[in-house]
């Protein structure tokens, strides 16, 4: 049986990151990556946007680290020549009645240290994207941002194989389990690998690797059960004004 010291399940921009800080740190790393290469699926398909950080709880670990992360994510782009612009984002109030609303919004970016948001007028809001329809004004993210996704994940992992780590395509995991000694065993690309430790950055199949880990754990936990999945769907306008196209992040309140 082939032994490794930690293996990460997922090759995007988390497993990659995660495998890029466990490498520098002197781990032994293995990433496990399903598809032909790296990044080609939940982290290729999105809007590649840098959060400012407006809508998590006070006090959570997203809060914490949307906020810190954002300034260090632009700081090693900007390090290393990666593609990312932070254009900002107006949320825009589409009534008069949420103008106490973005207010209430711009408190709690407030209170999680995000103190750059703050309101705009409507004037002030048309005076930077004249197309939008601000009733009564929207409230201003400058530190919302782009980033090069593909540019930033063949940095991240750039950096994890300098570090040492190893990466293996078209090889998903097809069976886990954990022993009575805490061995964690991964069924990969026909054979078994005993891993120390096994990191889950599977994405949309997370669920199903931490069922197949928790269903085949000798000494199966009481207080924990694997996460569900949840499917949801998200909006997008198509901008009919090509003559003044738009400049920054919109989205209406809700």
């Known amino acids: 049986m082939e032994k490794v010291q930690v293996a990460v399940i997922g090759a995007g921009v988390v ?5 890029r800080a466990l ?4 781990k032994e790393v293995l990433i ?3 598809e032909k290469t790296f990044g080609t699926q939940t982290s290729s398909r999105n809007s590649e946007v840098v959060h400012g950080g407006l809508y998590y709880p006070s006090g959570s670990l997203k809060a914490k680290f949307c906020v810190d992360g954002r300034h260090r994510l632009y700081d090693y782009c900007n390090d290393r020549d990666i593609f990312c612009d932070p254009i900002g984002k107006l949320v825009v109030a589409t ?3 949420q103008i106490p609303m973005l207010q209430r919004l711009k408190a709690h970016c407030h209170r999680n240290g995000y ?7 409507e004037a002030d809001a048309k005076f930077l994207e004249p197309n939008i329809a601000a009733a009564g004004g929207a409230l201003w993210s400058p530190s919302t941002g782009i980033v090069d996704s593909h540019g930033l994940m063949l940095s991240l992992l750039g950096d994890a194989e300098n570090a040492g780590a190893s990466m ?9 389990s954990i022993e009575c ?15 120390e430790t096994v990191i889950n950055c599977a994405g949309l199949w997370a669920d199903e690797i931490a069922s197949m880990l928790h269903s085949n754990t000798a000494e199966r936990s009481k207080d924990w059960s694997p996460p569900k999945q949840y499917f949801a769907k998200g909006t997008s306008k198509l901008q009919k004004n ?4 738009q400049e920054r992040n919109i989205i209406p309140y809700t």
């Open 95 to 97: 009534s008069e009645d």
């Open 23 to 26: 490498a520098m740190a002197g």
């Open 242 to 245: 090509k003559d003044k196209p």
């Open 32 to 34: 496990l990556e399903r």
């Open 168 to 176: 293996v395509t078209n090889t998903p995991v097809q069976d886990a």
């Open 15 to 19: 497993g990659l990151a995660v495998s």
């Open 181 to 195: 000694d805490h061995d964690i065993r991964l069924y990969a690309g026909g054979i078994w690998i005993s891993c």
């Open 115 to 121: 103190r750059e948001a703050k309101l705009f007028s």
